[in-house]
């Protein structure tokens, strides 16, 4: 293992780590019902799992696939495939899961631009296709020839028309540049507080508020997609209530589970990587310590960068200059 900086704090687990913690995975032969698989994570592939799983059980399904894009998973190589290929597959992969499903269960699927052309009209087939976020990444590498490429796409469907959106759930708090007042003086749609002026505003389909894990947070792993906890954070929280059932078949190095766990909900989590299977249930051991999420505190989410404004978590372990690298 390498040695790592002082100030990196990039979750890794040692030979000793992994062998305690693969003992608590789960891999199906049978089927199962929601009390064997609540809250674990099995180390198989979802092709594989699928079939064992009960029908119509899941409250929100988060599918974050490997995107159209040729890429190293751990040693597992995900090969970019022919746009009519490609959607053979995702067609293949929403027609084992969405039986899954509640009737009134929401999807969110995650893609990149080029992804998101092939797997749009499969999405019109089998779903309500509600919106696009689009969110920014504000890493990415530059072009001499094109646009840089620092977006991402979550699709936000669902199963019928019947769903849960929480949106006092998934308000953004703003700092307010011009405030209004009413006649007398008192602030018009607004707070007034020591620190500033703030609005808590409604949710819009651009966020631009979403900091990617890096070396210096607690939350940062090495697997080459991870999706920030306040990202996922928004997904459940609009979508589900606390005690409902998400399911996420790429559950990579623990995200949606770790977030889950958070926020009081519950999870099945698929992978088929056993090592970030491994980082997945260490990241859940801290989570039992620790339910802060960056970018989230008191139940607002607050833009990019406004550590000194926010209200420090008391279930945090982070002392101040531990915080700060969250949020700059």
Same mark, same amino acid.
């Given at each position: 293992?390498k040695t790592?900086?002082?100030?990196n704090?990039t979750?890794t687990?040692?030979?000793?780590?992994?062998?305690?913690?693969?003992?608590?995975?789960?891999?199906?032969?049978s089927?199962?019902?929601?009390?064997e698989?609540?809250?674990?994570?099995?180390?198989?592939d979802v092709?594989e799992?699928?079939?064992?799983?009960p029908r119509?059980?899941?409250?929100?399904?988060?599918?974050?696939?490997?995107?159209?894009?040729?890429?190293?998973?751990?040693?597992q190589?995900?090969?970019?495939?022919?746009?009519?290929e490609?959607?053979?597959?995702?067609?293949?992969?929403?027609?084992?899961?969405?039986?899954l499903? %509640?009737?009134? #269960?929401?999807?969110?699927?995650c &893609?990149?631009? /080029?992804?998101?052309?092939i797997?749009? $009209?499969v *999405?019109?087939?089998?779903?309500?296709?509600?919106?696009?976020?689009?969110?920014?990444r504000?890493k990415?590498?530059?072009?001499k020839?094109?646009?840089?490429?620092?977006t991402?796409?979550i699709?936000?469907?669902?199963m019928?028309?019947?769903?849960?959106?929480?949106?006092?759930s998934?308000?953004?708090?703003r700092?307010?540049i011009?405030?209004?007042r009413?006649?007398d003086?008192?602030?018009k749609?607004?707070?007034?507080?020591?620190?500033?002026?703030?609005r808590?505003?409604?949710?819009?389909?651009i966020?631009?508020?979403i900091?990617?894990?890096?070396?210096?947070?607690?939350?940062?792993?090495?697997?080459p997609?991870?999706?920030p906890? %306040?990202?996922? #954070?928004?997904l459940?929280l609009? &979508?589900?209530? /606390?005690?409902?059932?998400?399911?996420? $078949?790429? *559950?990579?190095s623990?995200t949606?589970?770790?977030v889950?766990?958070?926020?009081?909900r519950?999870?099945?989590?698929?992978?088929v990587?056993?090592?970030?299977?491994?980082?997945a249930?260490?990241?859940?051991?801290?989570?039992?310590?620790?339910?802060?999420?960056?970018?989230?505190?008191?139940?607002?989410?607050?833009e990019r960068?406004?550590?000194?404004?926010?209200?420090k978590?008391?279930?945090?372990?982070?002392?101040?200059?531990?915080?700060?690298?969250?949020?700059?």
């Open positions: 293992m790592k900086a002082p100030r704090r979750l687990c040692d030979e000793t780590e992994l062998g305690l913690l693969k003992s608590d995975l789960l891999t199906l032969s089927n199962v019902e929601v009390s698989i609540a809250d674990r994570i099995v180390c198989q092709f799992t699928a079939s064992y799983l119509e059980a899941f409250d929100l399904l988060v599918l974050d696939p490997p995107y159209n894009l040729s890429k190293n998973y751990n040693g190589v995900f090969r970019e495939k022919e746009a009519s490609y959607a053979r597959w995702f067609d293949s992969l929403l027609e084992m899961l969405l039986p499903l %509640k009737p009134a #269960a929401t999807v969110y699927i &893609s990149d631009w /080029k992804t998101s052309i797997v749009t $009209p *999405l019109q087939k089998h779903l309500n296709v509600r919106n696009r976020i689009t969110w920014e504000e990415g590498r530059g072009a020839s094109n646009w840089k490429n620092n991402e796409d699709w936000f469907c669902t019928s028309d019947s769903y849960t959106f929480n949106v006092d998934v308000k953004l708090k700092k307010v011009a405030p209004y009413n006649k003086g008192t602030p749609d607004w707070d007034e507080a020591e620190s500033g002026n703030y808590l505003t409604h949710p819009s389909n966020w631009t508020d900091t990617i894990p890096f070396w210096s947070m607690p939350e940062n792993t090495d697997h997609t991870q999706k906890e %306040k990202l996922i #954070a928004k459940l609009a &979508s589900t209530r /606390k005690g409902e059932l998400v399911l996420d $078949p790429f *559950l990579g623990g949606t589970a770790v889950s766990r958070k926020l009081q519950r999870f099945l989590g698929i992978e990587n056993e090592e970030y299977c491994c980082w249930l260490k990241r859940l051991k801290r989570a039992g310590e620790d339910d802060s999420i960056q970018g989230y505190s008191e139940g607002v989410f607050w960068n406004s550590l000194a404004d926010q209200p978590n008391n279930n945090s372990k982070e002392d101040k200059s531990q915080q700060k690298a969250l949020f700059t």
